[in-house]
């Protein structure tokens, strides 16, 4: 839903307290830009050249007024003018034309753009910009294509003034943009949904500047009129040279009855200077600090040049919490030796234990997440027998802060139910990507995050039941078609249109099987119109299975009350009471997509499929007389089959594809495998030893995405100078999108940093490298390499295939690192290639990256269609035999 303007405002504190003595200070911040009478002014040019509409491909949605906007296919690139040399190589000319699908009379000139509500003051300006393509006859291709056919792309150029005597260091803000250039040099990111959380950082020497920013058209800004117009606002803020604490971004829980929630506290931290910081210590200041029990979460955090990271610290705190508290961040500069301080003042909410509750706990990923609770307070649960009780979990709509008024209320009405009512975040309002693999991870962290605030709040109240759950949310499902992408080779779109499948419910239905679905669509709904609640209750029931279909008739996508009706209500309560009921039927079918996030059915869990290029099968019969199972299987290369906290009993023996098999119950730690060898037979193993660098198993599994299956933060390594800045993008962006921390080890570091990288920390690691300065892999046996005469990759019982360096060419492809980790490796084989292959480090969903790319310098015009080769790599770390090779 459209809940844009919740997004919390955002704005760095400078607040900056010198330890050394004046006369030190002086001599350090002596420049120019830091005297508060010689501010330099910032100035967006009035003027601006605007060259389209060019088609783009989307993943549409229906209702003008609340649509989002979302252009997956820009990731690829997708640049028509990029065929030409790209618009940094178009000169306006008035008289000029330029073929376009979508132009009137199939062509497009430049035109002039005034700039109303123009800003330019001291150290900050800001520009908006307004403009269409009114020649276009939008009514009739809307009539055709529908509204993907309102969605394109133009690129307007304009200037930035920097008056004063020295360079300014200038955060650039670009709500809505995914790219831009400065001066000719590429920024690929921006802040595609407005988060504000990581503007680009850039040191501006005084003088002019080009900027070039690349436009989508954004639906949600000025509704799906026949007109379709940009409406986009660019600012620049000078910034100061030192570490910047953002005040905002602070995460703290609330107190609740006296007590801290949870332990753990971050706040963003940005490296306004063009040199490494490392964080060393955090203190308590004021007249509470005796009570404080505090500490960094890392012992020293190291922060590359205009990088960003969250600082992530425990707090404990004796005696009655204040409403406010202060703190001190010590920081060197480089290797200077000397600490500098950076202060942060954070409020305290204190909260009743009856009223929606913010707690926080770790992200798998390292950082501090948060979620908000509502502990079950109704007595009459918990007289009697005893019993733990499960847990409702409502999923936040597209752009909704779980802080925020309209998901803290969501469940009012039901609350009294006998239950525990959880708001995930999924880390962001976006809920990192639309609650997959990085937002799920978060849901999981969430849930287990209660036992800790039980412990933390002394609860004494009903127990929980941390693995029952009735799901609820509103809007932010997968129902999005792709349309209006670049042509391809058949079976490249095979590869790509697999790596988008891995969450198409509509062919996972049978997976619904056992689960009680209650389906309820407002009938008037222009956002996300009922049809695909529809065509998901007409695909359950082809399958055999039900789902109650509700479809009210004059309700749109939100009303108060929305997740409280008394349909929705009745379900609740019944499935709360009666969560432990078999509800599986007796013949049932499990459907596996290769990404694997799929939890148990019938205690079955899949680990390993033969292939990822099809999805795996297993169809069940249980014969409930003779306890058998008869198990047929497809695609399916090891699994297992656990009982504990299984609602349905388990058989005493089973029938796998035809063979008589004891029935063997896994546990967490101690499984017994089923597996197939390659003449079809199945055997029963212990054997654990599998789960080593030659086999993908675990958190390796699925797409590119899986990269974000991270324990622990991700580490950035850049092997060359020409890459550092790349790498420095990788880390904004992950941080932008996901609010993900990474570790920056550059080539120019001048810090030694914590660990060379490999296996120094538990997380994942991405590479980015140039020419043939990539680190050979972990796995001897792993088919790409690289060297000075290009890239090779090797497909089993085929002759390698191999791709000359040429100016443009770049790859990025998982490797498996020990310890379940990944690796993704970018490569280029000049810079550009690089830039090209980093556009697809996860950003945007929908994009769908496989395991692995070649990208051809055309895909810059050409998108996905431009790509030499993209597929999978199977269970054994080759590549799979559906992947494209061209
Ligand atoms: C645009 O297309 C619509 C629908 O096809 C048509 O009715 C209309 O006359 C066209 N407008 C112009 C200005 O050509
Ligand atoms: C930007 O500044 C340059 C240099 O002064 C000038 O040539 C150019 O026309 C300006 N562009 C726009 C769009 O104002
Ligand atoms: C353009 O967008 C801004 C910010 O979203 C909004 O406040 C403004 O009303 C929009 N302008 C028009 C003409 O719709
Ligand atoms: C408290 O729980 C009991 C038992 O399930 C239920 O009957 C009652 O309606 C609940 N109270 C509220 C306020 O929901
Ligand atoms: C389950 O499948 C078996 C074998 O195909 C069939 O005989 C039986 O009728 C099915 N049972 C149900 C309840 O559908
Ligand atoms: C990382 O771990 C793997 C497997 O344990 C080992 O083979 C490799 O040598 C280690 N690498 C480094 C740099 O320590």
Request: aromatic residues 10%; charged residues 20%; negative net charge.
């Amino acid at each position: 839903m459209a809940g844009t303007s919740l997004l919390a405002l955002f704005f760095f504190l400078a607040l900056f307290k010198p330890l050394l003595p004046t006369a030190q200070l002086a001599k350090q911040f002596s420049s120019p830009l830091h005297d508060q009478w010689n501010m330099p002014t910032l100035s967006l040019s009035q003027e601006w050249h605007i060259l389209g509409p060019f088609e783009i491909g989307t993943r549409d949605r229906s209702d003008p007024d609340l649509l989002l906007p979302l252009h997956p296919e820009a990731v690829w690139g997708a640049d028509p003018l990029e065929a030409h040399g790209g618009f940094r190589a178009m000169q306006y000319a008035p008289e000029a034309t330029f073929p376009t699908a979508i132009g009137d009379a199939g062509l497009c000139r430049w035109t002039v753009l005034l700039t109303g509500d123009r800003i330019a003051t001291d150290g900050f300006t800001k520009a908006t910009l307004r403009f269409g393509f009114p020649k276009v006859n939008w009514t009739f291709r809307r009539s055709i294509y529908g509204w993907s056919g309102l969605q394109y792309q133009a690129w307007a150029r304009g200037n930035v003034t920097v008056s004063g005597t020295g360079p300014v260091t200038s955060a650039i803000y670009t709500d809505g943009i995914l790219e831009f250039r400065v001066d000719g040099q590429l920024y690929f990111g921006g802040d595609f949904y407005s988060y504000r959380r990581a503007p680009l950082i850039l040191d501006l020497e005084p003088g002019i500047h080009t900027l070039e920013l690349r436009f989508f058209y954004d639906i949600r800004a000025l509704g799906g009129s026949d007109n379709p117009q940009i409406n986009s606002t660019v600012e620049l803020k000078q910034i100061s040279s030192r570490l910047n604490i953002d005040r905002a971004s602070v995460l703290i829980p609330d107190v609740v009855e006296g007590k801290l929630a949870s332990p753990y506290v971050s706040v963003n931290a940005q490296n306004g200077m063009n040199k490494v910081v490392r964080v060393v210590w955090l203190k308590p200041v004021g007249e509470n600090k005796a009570h404080f029990d505090l500490a960094l979460l890392d012992d020293s955090i190291t922060i590359a040049p205009y990088q960003y990271r969250p600082l992530a610290f425990k707090l404990g705190f004796s005696g009655r919490i204040p409403a406010q508290l202060s703190f001190e961040i010590g920081y060197e500069i480089g290797l200077e030796g000397q600490i500098q301080i950076a202060e942060l003042v954070v409020d305290v909410k204190h909260r009743s234990m009856s009223e929606a509750q913010k707690f926080t706990f770790l992200h798998p990923s390292g950082i501090v997440s948060y979620a908000i609770l509502r502990p079950p307070l109704n007595t009459s649960c918990h007289t009697g027998e005893k019993r733990n009780l499960p847990l409702v979990i409502g999923l936040h709509g597209a752009g909704l802060e779980a802080d925020g008024d309209i998901v803290r209320h969501m469940l009012d009405g039901v609350y009294g139910l006998c239950a525990w009512i959880l708001f995930p975040t999924g880390v962001t309002s976006w809920s990192g990507d639309d609650w997959h693999t990085w937002g799920f991870a978060d849901v999981q962290a969430a849930v287990s995050g209660i036992r800790d605030w039980t412990k933390a709040m002394s609860w004494k109240g009903a127990g929980i039941s941390l693995s029952e759950w009735v799901v609820v949310g509103h809007s932010n499902g997968d129902y999005v078609p792709f349309t209006i992408w670049r042509d391809a080779d058949a079976s490249l779109t095979a590869v790509l249109e697999s790596a988008r499948r891995n969450f198409k419910h509509e062919l996972l239905t049978k997976n619904f099987a056992g689960i009680p679905i209650f389906q309820q669509h407002g009938a008037k709904d222009d956002n996300v119109p009922a049809y695909h609640s529809r065509l998901m209750h007409q695909l359950t029931w082809e399958d055999g299975l039900t789902s109650h279909y509700l479809e009210i008739p004059q309700a749109g996508h939100w009303f108060d009350g929305v997740l409280t009706t008394d349909p929705l209500t009745e379900f609740y309560r019944h499935y709360t009471e009666d969560i432990l009921h078999d509800t599986l039927p007796n013949n049932f079918s499990i459907v596996i997509p290769s990404s694997m996030d799929m939890g148990s059915k019938g205690g079955i869990l899949v680990d390993q499929l033969w292939t990822p290029d099809i999805y795996g099968r297993i169809k069940v019969t249980r014969d409930k007389e003779e306890h058998t199972w008869r198990i047929k299987t497809r695609n399916i290369r090891r699994f297992h089959i656990k009982t504990k906290g299984v609602r349905c009993a388990h058989p005493t023996k089973i029938s796998l594809d035809g063979s008589e098999l004891v029935f063997t119950s896994s546990n967490d730690d101690d499984i017994a495998w089923y597996v197939q060898n390659a003449a079809g037979y199945w055997a029963i193993s212990r054997d654990d030893g599998w789960r080593g660098l030659s086999e993908r198993y675990g958190r390796q599994l699925g797409a590119m995405d899986a990269i974000l299956r991270t324990q622990g933060h991700l580490t950035i390594i850049s092997r060359s100078i020409v890459g550092d800045t790349v790498a420095l993008q990788i880390s904004r962006n992950l941080f932008q999108y996901f609010a993900a921390d990474c570790e920056l080890i550059t080539a120019v570091s001048t810090l030694p940093v914590s660990g060379s990288g490999s296996n120094s920390t538990l997380g994942n690691t991405i590479v980015v490298a140039i020419g043939d300065k990539l680190d050979h892999p972990q796995l001897p046996t792993f088919p790409i390499s690289v060297s000075n005469k290009g890239l090779k990759l090797n497909k089993p019982s085929r002759t390698a295939v191999e791709y000359e360096p040429e100016p443009g060419l770049g790859a990025v492809f998982l490797r498996p690192l020990a310890g379940e980790r990944l690796e993704l490796v970018i490569w280029g084989a000049d810079l550009e290639g690089l830039q090209q292959a980093a556009r697809l480090v996860p950003t945007l969903t929908g994009a769908g990256q496989p395991d692995f790319v070649v990208l051809s310098p055309s895909c810059r015009w050409k998108g996905g269609g431009g790509v030499y080769a993209a597929g999978f790599f199977d269970f054994s770390w080759q590549i799979s035999s559906g992947s494209y090779l061209s």
